[in-house]
């Protein structure tokens, strides 16, 4: 359950944040990426919990679960 993704049109602008801080979920995955540990997240910014990490990851994998669909080959 993904209960820490939040989704507010007044919060920076509807995009997905966590437990409606004004924090993305896109900057938090952007911070993993780039090499931080959930300690050093943590410490920059100090609102969030490690649960909110595992949950923005989660929703991030589950955006990009592409769905394939085959197109035929033209002849």
Do not use: C, F, W
């Not at 602008?13 to 300690?39: D, E, F, K």
């Amino acid at each position: 359950m993904l209960d820490r993704i939040t989704h507010d049109p007044n919060i920076l602008a509807g995009r997905a944040t966590l437990r409606g801080l004004r924090i993305s979920v896109a900057h938090v995955v952007n911070l993993v990426a780039n090499g931080m540990t959930p300690a050093q997240i943590i410490a920059e910014h100090p609102d969030l919990e490690e649960e909110d990490i595992r949950q923005a990851l989660a929703y991030a994998a589950k955006i990009a679960d592409d769905q394939v669909h085959p197109i035929p080959a033209v002849k």
